[in-house]
Structures are given as C-alpha cells and as structure tokens.
C-alpha cells in the first residue's frame, strides 16, 4: 500500500525510516518532510493542518494509510476530516479523532478525565477569566512550588513551575488577564508539583484494545547536567533502567487499562498512540499529561528498536487484533542525541551548511534528521533541532558515547548538543 506521513521532524524521518523497510509498503511520502525523509520516500510540499490538500495529496497517490505525527493536527481534527468524506473514509488515519485529541488539546479536559477514572495524578483546580479572583485566592492558600498550566496547545512553552506566591500569581494574571499565551492560556489548570523521575510509556490502541511500546525517557533541559531552558528535547534513552516488571504491572493495573477503559466509557475514537508522561515518586507513578502522538526525540529511541513490521501492528488496530501481537524488542539499549542550532530555543539562524552526513561508520549508528532541508544538492539546517543521532549499545554509556562521538564528526555553523544524555544513569 501507499503511505503519508505527516509531518517534519525527526520524529517523522524515524516514522519513515521504520515503515519504508515493511514490505507492505509499497510508495512512501511525507508532508511536508525534510533532507533526510527524502532519502526514504517522496516529500510533499503540504502544511500538516492543511486537510484539503493532504486529501487531494492522498487521492492522487493513492493513499491507504496516513501516520499522523504532530498534535496540531490530530487537535484540529484530521482523523474526523478523513473519517467522514465518502472518498476518503476508506483511508486509515493513524491517531485520535478530534474529541480524544483533548487529553493533549486541552489540560482541563485531560484532569477531569483523569479524575474520572481514578488515574493517579497530580490534585489541580482550573480557572477561566470568569473565575479569576478565585483562582488567585486558590494560589495565595496553595503549597510551593506551584505549577501553572496553559489549557491549551503552547508549543512545549505552557508549563511554569513557579517557587514563590508572588510569581505564580503574576504568571496566573499574565496568562489570564494578558494572553500570554494567547487562546490557549484563556483557562489556566493549577497543580501540585510532582517529584521523583520522569518516564514516558507508549501505548498503540484501537480505543479497546491496545500494545505497549518500548519505554523511554528524554532531556528536556537544554544544558548538561539538566539545567537552562525548556527545549523540545535535546535526547533521549531507551530502555529506562528502573523501568522493572514491578513498576510496569502498576503502571498498566493503575493507569493504562483505566485510561483504556475510559475511552470505551466515553466512547472515544481513539486509532492511535497515547504519549504518556509519567512522574515515578516512590514506585508509584502519576500521570503528568497525556500527548495524542508520540514524542520527539523519544520515537527516535523508541522505533529502531522495534522488530515488528510497523505496518502490521498499525493494521491491526483497524482489524482488531492489537491482542494478538508480541513486540519484539532490541535488547540492546539505544540513546539519541539532538544536534540543535546555536541559540536554541531561543533565537538562532537556519540556512547554515551540514558537512559530515555521509559517512556512517557502522551500523549501530542512524542519523535522523529534525530540522534540515536541501538547497542545490546540499544539506542546511532549517529549524531549532536540526539532527538526531540515534546509536545501539550494550548499556547506557556505551550508546551514548557512540551517538557523541558520530556527532563530533559532522559539523554546521553554531552548532550545539548535550553529551551527557543518560547522565544519571551512568
Ligand atoms: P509538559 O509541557 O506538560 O510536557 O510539561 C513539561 C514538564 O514540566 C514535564 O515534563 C515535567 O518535567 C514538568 N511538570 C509538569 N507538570 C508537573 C508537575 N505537576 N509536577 C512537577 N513537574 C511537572
Ligand atoms: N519530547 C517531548 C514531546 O514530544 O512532547
């Protein structure tokens, strides 16, 4: 079958990379993509929330199969947008319909949900323009440190953890009262902090039944050490050492067979994957958001080592047989490594020249691309996170070091990584 991929980061070139291997795939292409998704399929030059010109794309080539990756899209509604046109709806989307795409669109949907369905999380109270003086009344009275949330979809940029009354309070005015974040902080959710390790699981499901995916852990922090400002993800690690049976049989009794079976009640559409994002505070784990995709660089540690044909397992969802397959794990661990230009996540410039893609030195090596494009047969950079270099290796130090010393062969103007992703394991 022909198969799209939306979207452009190296979380797609992973999506790309994985598919174009299944010898179910016959043409691939990716809107919009980027220099290294061309190398797997044919690009498209479509915006991932243009809908109109991803049906005409799919159409035209023939599409069966559509691998949604950003939440923009899957927020606005693009599972529905297929589902419900006679000559699309035989196109299979993989994602959530526009209503289950909340539990990442909207914080306050996702808290009430989770309330719902007694999944473990942090306490929260949500606040609008007409409850403010209540919500300031509900920060002064609150212990620190406070976490202040944007309802909506900010970009990565709506959390603030907030140390002090004050600074909660103005952040809560800025939001409200100022549209810091524009519409999506119209509704603030404020929450108790959550301490211990974060992990992240990954579950494919078909709103009934599901599968989980390799674990997986990345570094959101853009200086070594995990300190300086919030980035997308300069990393990340699979398998996650404390990840033990133990932990993961309460993670599924606790929070994924009720997240499961609170689509079922809610008779949520849901085709897709469910990003989870756990904090783990004395073996317990509590949720801390739920993402309607999966993350970046986390798919990039997370698919290589999946055996299974990509392709098979998506058909299943549709042919309700998630049941029926076993996930076939590289028991080798894999860490990437995300390149970014200087000046990321705040201001940097793109256009500049990528010299040393070519030679990989083995195997255990792969270079997705995040934010690169070609101009006259050469590779620049186009984009914050520029490349994510994904490496195999007995353990923790072993892949990481591999994934260093690749980077420390390829070169661009300002350019910048962490090499100390898995630190803490090390
Ligand atoms: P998000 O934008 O929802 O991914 O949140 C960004 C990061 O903020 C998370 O990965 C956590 O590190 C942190 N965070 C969010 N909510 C909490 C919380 N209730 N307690 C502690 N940290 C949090
Ligand atoms: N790496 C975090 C995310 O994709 O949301």
């Known amino acids: 079958m022909n198969i799209l991929v939306v979207g452009s980061g190296g979380r797609e070139h992973t999506f790309a990379w994985k598919l174009k291997q299944s010898p179910l795939c016959d043409q691939l292409f990716i809107a919009p993509g980027n220099a290294g998704t061309a190398s797997c399929g044919t690009n498209l030059n479509i915006k991932p929330t243009d809908f109109e010109a991803l049906k005409n794309a799919a159409l035209e080539h023939n599409i069966e199969m559509i691998v949604v990756g950003p939440e923009d899209p899957l927020v606005n509604g693009i ?46 109270a949500a606040f609008d323009n007409t409850s403010f003086e209540v919500g300031v009344q509900y920060i002064r009275k609150h212990s620190l440190p406070i976490v202040l ?38 509704k603030v959710v404020i929450e108790q902090f959550l301490k211990g390790i974060e992990v992240s699981v990954f579950v494919l499901t078909n709103g009934k039944e599901y599968i989980i995916l390799p674990e997986a852990k990345d570094y959101k922090r853009i200086g070594e050490g995990d300190t300086g400002l919030n980035t997308g993800g300069m990393g990340a690690i699979s398998p996650v050492p404390f990840f033990n049976g133990d932990l993961k049989n309460k993670i599924i009794s606790k929070i994924i067979e009720p997240t499961i079976n609170g689509f079922q009640s809610e008779q949520l559409i849901y085709e897709g994957f469910v990003f989870i994002g756990l904090m783990i505070d004395n073996d317990e784990p509590y949720v801390i958001e739920y993402n309607c995709r999966m993350g970046d660089p986390e798919t990039e540690v997370v698919i290589p080592r999946i055996k299974n044909d990509l392709v098979e397992i998506f058909q299943a969802i549709k042919k309700n047989t998630l049941h029926t397959i076993e996930i076939l794990t590289d028991a080798r661990t894999a860490t990437t490594t995300v390149a970014v230009s200087g000046g990321y996540p705040e201001q940097y410039t793109t256009g500049e020249l990528i010299e040393g893609l070519s030679d990989l030195p083995n195997n255990d090596c792969i270079i997705f691309h995040s934010g690169t494009a070609k101009s006259n047969e050469k590779i620049i950079t186009n984009g914050g996170r ?41």
């Open 79 to 124: 599972y529905d947008y297929f589902a419900n046109q006679i000559d699309t709806k035989h196109i299979q989307v993989i994602g959530p319909s526009a209503e289950a795409a909340q539990l990442e669109g909207s914080k306050g949907y996702a808290k009430a949900f989770m309330k719902k369905y007694n999944i473990p999380t942090a306490a929260y």
């Open 386 to 426: 520029v490349l994510a270099v994904t490496a195999f290796g007995e353990n923790i130090p072993v892949a990481k070091e591999r994934s260093s010393q690749l980077l420390s062969t390829i070169h661009f103007n300002n350019m910048y990584y962490r090499s100390d992703i898995g630190f803490e394991f090390i």
């Open 149 to 186: 949330k944007a309802d909506g979809l900010a970009a990565g940029k709506g959390v603030l953890i907030c140390n002090s009354h004050e600074d909660a309070l103005k952040e809560f005015e800025l939001m409200i009262k100022q549209s810091k974040f524009g519409e999506a902080g119209n």
